[in-house]
């Protein structure tokens, strides 16, 4: 079945064909009782769910009318693509997007790894100051110069493994730059037209594309452990990031970014190794191993 099959769908009834498939996959079975609970629907609506998606996977699913459940079938060939980082985190949080059904933590499925997220309200602010190209003011308050009041005109929100960061223009320092969003209080709109030179078109850092090459770390003894971890391809991984992100993503990852991989350690599975090529980068400076020439 292809996209234009499933397009004469309208969205709700595709997020159901959707939920169906998804538990028929990695459940293994799926009954209509699960797509009231989901969905909040009737009994009658279900059942015409299932019937359409029997007509459009005959092969998927059989019924066991002693269990009233359908089951997963050996023929079983998925009709949504389900991207992996959307399968774990609906196997974490429950199938949807999070707004109509909020989420139910899995008790089989973990995420260890807790992002610390700002209030929603913030979000909102931000986001819309984005979307009408407007500044904020707002206090801030860093972790070396403490709280202090910034006006600042956003332009991208950006999760850097840790924590969300707004990269904005701060008229303060007179430079674009990445602020926490969780440290951001008391925010207001500021209605004046903004500066060519404060947009996101003039931030130099974030518009820079490296081409970057990691490889598994020479003190690695098995390499073939790390190729795997990473998906590459003759032992190595290809990757083009924005400059302003580049320093985020090699700390994340404990990427070795000195020039001669020397870093010791079993914790540095990755070596960065066209270094040479990205020196003279501010936002390296927070990489591990990472040495400016001069």
């Not at 059942?47 to 009318?65: F, G, I, M, V």
């Not at 404060?198 to 081409?211: E, S, V």
Request: a negative charge; hydrophobic letters at 35%.
């Amino acid at each position: 079945m292809s996209e234009s099959d499933l397009a004469e769908f309208n969205y709700a009834q595709r997020e159901r064909l959707a939920f169906i498939d998804f538990c028929l996959q990695f459940f293994g079975q799926i009954s209509r009782a699960d797509l009231v609970n989901h969905f909040k629907t009737g009994l009658a609506s279900c059942s015409r769910d299932l019937t359409l998606y029997r007509e459009l996977a005959p092969q998927n699913l059989h019924l066991k009318h002693e269990t009233k459940l359908y089951y997963r079938t050996a023929e079983f060939t998925p009709v949504f693509e389900h991207e992996p980082e959307s399968i774990l985190n609906s196997l974490c949080n429950g199938f949807g997007d999070g707004f109509s059904n909020g989420v139910a933590p899995s008790d089989i499925c973990f995420d260890a790894t807790r992002l610390i997220h700002p209030q929603s309200d913030v979000i909102a602010a931000i986001m819309r100051a984005i979307n009408n190209q407007q500044a904020i003011c707002c206090q801030y308050v860093s972790i070396t110069s403490g709280e202090s009041s910034r006006i600042i005109v956003p332009h991208s929100l950006s999760n850097n493994g840790q924590r969300w960061h707004v990269r904005a223009f701060d008229q303060k320092s007179n430079e674009f730059r990445d602020f926490v969003c969780t440290r951001l209080t008391n925010i207001t709109t500021v209605e004046t037209p903004l500066e060519p030179s404060h947009t996101q078109k003039a931030d130099i850092q974030w518009n820079r594309i490296h081409a970057i090459t990691l490889v598994p770390h020479p003190s690695v003894t098995h390499f073939k452990a790390i190729e795997l971890d990473y998906a590459m391809q003759a032992g190595k991984l290809d990757l083009n990031v924005r400059e302003a992100l580049l320093g985020y993503l090699m700390r994340q990852w404990n990427v070795d970014c000195s020039l001669d991989a020397s870093l010791n350690g079993g914790q540095h599975h990755l070596w960065l190794s066209n270094a040479k090529q990205l020196q003279h980068l501010s936002s390296l400076t927070i990489a591990p191993g990472y040495k400016d020439l001069p």
